[in-house]
């Protein structure tokens, strides 16, 4: 069982930039996969970014390529979404996630299906 708490949403102009991050809770946080997905308002929810379980692969939506940058620290059992040049288009809520870290490349990674574990949400709104 893992538990986990997202933080660091708030409200910035575009072109601003927030920092995520996502505490995890129970075992094995180093065994699993993690992702943040976002959701906004009458849309569904959607991939940004996952890191695989020791940090040494990480895969972006295109729409945030280059913009965000995911990190993970298994040392204190965090997991970072580090995002510039806000655009107005990034507001959701942003779900952090984990998963089984067994498989190969972006769309193996970027399945919703594939994270067991899911945090709350925090709100990020960008105002243009």
């Known amino acids: 069982q893992v538990q986990l708490v997202e933080s660091g949403g708030g409200l910035v102009q575009a072109g601003g930039s927030l920092r995520l991050s996502c505490a995890a809770s129970?075992?094995?946080?180093?065994?699993?996969?993690m992702a943040w997905f976002r959701q906004a308002p009458g849309k569904e929810r959607e991939f940004v970014a996952a890191?695989?379980?020791?940090?040494?692969?990480?895969y972006y939506a295109d729409s945030v390529k280059g913009r965000f940058t995911i990190s993970r620290d298994n040392a204190k059992n965090t997991v970072n979404l580090q995002m510039n040049s806000l655009k107005a288009e990034d507001t959701a809520v942003y779900y952090c996630a984990a998963g089984p870290s067994r498989g190969y490349g972006s769309s193996y990674y970027k399945r919703m299906a594939l994270y067991t574990y899911w945090g709350q949400g925090t709100q990020v709104t960008v105002s243009s």
């Open positions: 129970g075992r094995a946080f180093t065994s699993y996969a």
């Open positions: 890191i695989t379980s020791r940090g040494g692969s990480t």
